[in-house]
C-alpha cells in the first residue's frame, strides 16, 4: 500500500512538471521569436501611434486594428453570453425540477460539443438565410462573429455558475432561511457573492475561448486589412486570424516573426484580462466578507 501511494504521488509530480515544463518551454519560444519584433511598428507600423489611435489614419500594417477588433469582438460576445449563461446556471442549480435538470443539461453538453468550425457554418448559413428573407444586404460582420462566439461559449458559463453554486455548503442555505430571507434575497445577498468566484472563472474561461478562436470568426467577418472595426454589420480585424492568415501567406522569416508577435500579443491580452478577474474576485470576496 505504502509503494502505491508513493508511486501515485511521483505520478502526480511528474504530472505536474510536465505541465509547467511545456508551459515554460512554450513561452520561452514565443518570447525568443515574438520578444524582439514587440514595439511600436509592430502595432502602428508606419503610423504615428496617437493618430492611429484615434483613427485619424489607417493602420496597414500593424497590429492595433487586430487588437481594437478583438477587444470589441470580445465585449460584444460577453454582452450577449453573460446574462443567458448565468440566468440558465442558476436556474438549473435553484429552481430546475429533476425533469427539467435532465433535459437543460443535455442540451448543455450537446452545445459544449460543437466544433467551433460547425458554430462558423452555422453563422454562415444563417445569414443566408437572413438575405432571403428579413434582410436582403444583410452580410457578415462583427454582430454575427459576436452572436456565434456567444454560442460557443455559453456551455462554460453555464456550467460554471451551476457547479459553483452546488459547491457551496448547505449551511449558508440554512442560515439564510433562519434569518428570513426569501428565495430571491438568498440567491442576490448570500449565494451569488459566494459563488462569485467560481462563477467569474467561468466568465475568464468564456473570455478566453472567445479571444483565441479562428474558425467562427474566419466565416463570419473577419477579413485581412479591414481596418478598425467600422459598426456592428462592418468587416473587422482579430488577432486570432491576423495569426492564422500570417502563417498561411508569410514571404520571409521577418514576417513569420510578426506572426509570433501577434501570439505573443494575445497571450498577453488574455493574461491581462485573468488578472483583471483576479484582481475582480479579491475584491468582491474581501467585500463579501466585509473586510475593508
Not at 14 to 41: C, D, H
Request: charge should be positive; include cysteine.
Amino acid at each position: 500500500m505504502r509503494k502505491r501511494e508513493m508511486s501515485l504521488l511521483l505520478l502526480s509530480r511528474l504530472s505536474a512538471l510536465l505541465v509547467l515544463g511545456v508551459l515554460g518551454g512554450l513561452l520561452a519560444f514565443l518570447i525568443s521569436r515574438g520578444g524582439p519584433v514587440l514595439g511600436k511598428e509592430l502595432f502602428f507600423g508606419d503610423t504615428p501611434p496617437l493618430e492611429a489611435l484615434l483613427g485619424l489614419r489607417p493602420v496597414w500594417n500593424g497590429l492595433w486594428p487586430a487588437v481594437a477588433g478583438t477587444l470589441f469582438l470580445l465585449l460584444l460576445t460577453m454582452a450577449f453570453a453573460v446574462l443567458p449563461g448565468i440566468g440558465c446556471g442558476v436556474y438549473l442549480s435553484c429552481f430546475a425540477s429533476p425533469r427539467e435538470k435532465y433535459w437543460l443539461s443535455l442540451a448543455v453538453d450537446l452545445l459544449a460539443g460543437i466544433p467551433s468550425i460547425v458554430m462558423g457554418l452555422f453563422g454562415f448559413l444563417l445569414i443566408i438565410f437572413l438575405r432571403r428573407t428579413l434582410l436582403p444586404r444583410g452580410s457578415t460582420g462583427m454582430l454575427l462573429a459576436a452572436f456565434c462566439l456567444a454560442l460557443l461559449v455559453l456551455p462554460s458559463l453555464i456550467v460554471a455558475t451551476r457547479s459553483s453554486l452546488e459547491a457551496l455548503p448547505d449551511s449558508l442555505l440554512l442560515a439564510a432561511e433562519a434569518l428570513g430571507f426569501s428565495r430571491g434575497q438568498t440567491l442576490r445577498h448570500v449565494l451569488l457573492p459566494a459563488a462569485g468566484q467560481g462563477i467569474l472563472g467561468g466568465v475568464m474561461l468564456a473570455l478566453g475561448r472567445a479571444a483565441e478562436d479562428t474558425a467562427v470568426i474566419m466565416l463570419t467577418g473577419a477579413v485581412a486589412s479591414a481596418g478598425l472595426p467600422g459598426g456592428l454589420t462592418s468587416k473587422f480585424e482579430a488577432l486570432p486570424f491576423a495569426i492564422y492568415y500570417t502563417a498561411a501567406q508569410y514571404a520571409d522569416r521577418a514576417e513569420l516573426d510578426r506572426g509570433y508577435g501577434a501570439a505573443l500579443v494575445l497571450l498577453c491580452l488574455s493574461g491581462g484580462l485573468l488578472f483583471l478577474s483576479w484582481r475582480l474576485q479579491r475584491n468582491l470576496e474581501r467585500r463579501w466578507k466585509g473586510v475593508r
